[in-house]
């Protein structure tokens, strides 16, 4: 084949707001890359087809998948993981209210609902209970139950509009 | 487990990425959300691509009005077309269809174009499109041609895109005043591809009424559609029922999709006030 499809890329990226420079496989898909490669282990790589949301991250402000995105993609790309995302304080008061909750046990899904509950938390409005299950519909949690982590974010919602 | 491709190479534009499927030959895969490729290519069901990454190329996302039609270029993202005012005036379907596809996150990434090539039968856009009676705009190696929708899925996966083709965008006709668009599916946890669902438009022309999820492409029930048009909504049900064949799987037996069927098309005809 010609020189222009490659089997390995270079990309340069900026994650969690440090420059990063590297050449990876065609296949390797973001949350490998995240977790091998640059040992950022918070996200995490579970079902690695869409389904359980255990490995979303932030990727020029949306939250995305990390198994269904390929490293290549993300050349030019600003991602935030858990680890950007706690040490810059971002979403202190929601990773309070999941302790305050109990909105975690063994903390598996933890890091992908951080960043799916925080993306709903950009919107205006409080959302209602429905919404948060709602858009929380794509992130399982297989030990602590919904209910807490719904407490959870509606609790932040309704203190980021000074409301509680 | 893991993806294996063959390579990747990014488009910077139609006529790069044209050049790269054709280099590629039958190796060549479009690769734009890969909310659907990269699932397949993580579980192996697709192995050795030679990846064309589209996503990049500027023109092909957004929606725009000219000469009484709407276009929708290939690369919106579900989450945009959900907010975009104009598909919220003249395709109120596509919208309504964004809140039932997936989850958030995959709706950042996912694409109309992408939806619409994977040709899945259970997916929403497809069963849209053919209610909405779009046009699909492809680009080859030759040049452009346009597909109608009723020639454009022609089985499970498949579609009239040929090897080295892009879909760079839908149209269809704006709305008229007092056109009606509804989508109903049941499905049995949000964001899951539905159990089975229906499409309504009412134009003055007539209705058209497309189901999806109860066959190996979107159906457009042509035999309810015309006791439709003459009000009788127990002839439609009866109908709708007879020109379906949904297969029977681990989510629901063939018998019973086709009783959600008849089920949502009253629930529609009430909703949209029972008059033909
Ligand atoms: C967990 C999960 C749940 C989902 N649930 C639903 C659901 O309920 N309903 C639903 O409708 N969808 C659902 N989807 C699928 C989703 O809508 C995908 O985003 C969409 O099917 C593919 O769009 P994409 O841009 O990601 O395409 P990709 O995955 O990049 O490509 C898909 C296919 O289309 C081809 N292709 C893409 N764009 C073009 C183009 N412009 N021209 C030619 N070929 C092209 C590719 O070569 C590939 O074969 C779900 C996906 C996941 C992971
Ligand atoms: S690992 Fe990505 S959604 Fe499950
Ligand atoms: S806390 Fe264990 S899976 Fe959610």
Redesign the interface.
Known sequence: ??D????K?DIALSVNGEPVEARV?????LI?FLRLDLGLTGAHASC???VC?AC?VRVDG????G????A??A?GAEVWTIEGLSDSGAIRDLQDAFVARNALQCGFCTPGMLV?CA??LTRDAVPARDEI???L???YCRCTGYEAIVDAVESVAKARRGAA | ??????????ASDLRHALD?LG??GDAGRV?V???SL??A???RLSTGD??V?I?RISGLAGVTQQDGRLRIGALTRH?DLGGDPLVGRHAPLLAQAVGHI?????R??GTIGGALAHADPAAEFPACVLALDATMHLEGPDGARDVAVGDFFIDVFETAIAEGEILTAISLPVAEPAEVQILKEVAR???DYALAGLCLVRRAAGVRLSALGVGSVPVLAQGAMAALDAGDIDAAVTALRAELDPQSDTQASGGYRKHIAGVLLRRIWDEIGGTA
């Open positions: 084949m010609t222009v499809f490659r089997d890329i496989p065609a296949g390797r898909h490998d690695e087809h869409g949301g979303t949306d939250a995305v998948r198994c269904l995105m390929l290549a993609q050349d799916a993306d709903l299950r709602e858009h519909s794509g992130n | 487990m893991k993806a294996s491709a063959g390579g990747y190479a990014r790269l280099q590629a690769l959300g890969g909310q990269i699932a290519m993580n579980m030679m990846l990454d996503s989450a997936a989850h958030a996150a995959i950042n990434r946890r949000s964001g």
